[in-house]
């Protein structure tokens, strides 16, 4: 899976989003937190740059790292319709779970950023048969 076709990158002192067609991909820097200030700032960038489209967020959970949970009520369902979550660890699947009862939309745990990317995909009927991000 090749990540140069995306079309923004925002970096910020922790971590990175990287856009494609109607998903991102973050990825936080090791032992950082995802606080409010941070959520916000990254949500302010997907708003910009998908406007009125719907999105799928992929956190990609390379390295060990924690989420506010006051991060998710900053988070609009509506607009970011998904989130996964991607983990290698007893530990990641065990915060993902906590963080799903946090968020109202889809939301699913893989353990590869090409099952993610798949599942992002579906909810995007455009997307399906086009080639991966």
Same mark, same amino acid.
């Given at each position: 899976? !090749?990540?140069?076709?995306?079309?923004?990158?925002? @970096?910020?002192?922790?971590? *990175?989003?990287?856009?494609?067609?109607?998903?991102?991909? &973050? +990825?936080?820097? @090791?032992? #950082?937190?995802?606080?409010? @200030?941070?959520?916000?700032?990254?949500?302010?960038? /997907?708003?910009?740059?998908?406007?009125?489209?719907?999105?799928?967020? %992929?956190?990609?959970? $390379?390295? &060990?790292?924690? /989420?506010?949970?006051? #991060?998710?009520?900053?988070?609009?369902?509506?607009?970011? %319709?998904? %989130?996964?979550?991607?983990?290698? !660890?007893? *530990? $990641?699947?065990? $915060? #993902?779970?906590? *963080? $799903? !009862?946090?968020?109202?939309?889809?939301?699913?745990?893989?353990?590869?950023?090409? +099952?993610?990317? #798949?599942?992002?995909?579906?909810?995007?009927? @455009?997307?399906?048969?086009?080639?991966? &991000?």
């Amino acid at each position: 899976m !090749t990540s140069t076709n995306y079309f923004k990158k925002y @970096e910020y002192p922790n971590a *990175e989003l990287l856009c494609y067609d109607n998903y991102v991909i &973050g +990825k936080v820097h @090791e032992g #950082a937190t995802v606080d409010t @200030e941070l959520a916000m700032r990254m949500l302010t960038d /997907v708003n910009e740059s998908y406007k009125d489209k719907k999105v799928i967020f %992929i956190s990609n959970r $390379q390295f &060990g790292y924690s /989420v506010d949970p006051k #991060a998710y009520k900053l988070v609009n369902p509506k607009k970011l %319709i998904g %989130i996964a979550i991607v983990g290698h !660890t007893k *530990e $990641q699947k065990i $915060q #993902a779970t906590i *963080e $799903q !009862t946090l968020y109202s939309g889809s939301f699913g745990f893989f353990d590869s950023l090409d +099952k993610a990317i #798949a599942w992002a995909r579906s909810f995007f009927p @455009e997307l399906r048969n086009s080639s991966a &991000g």
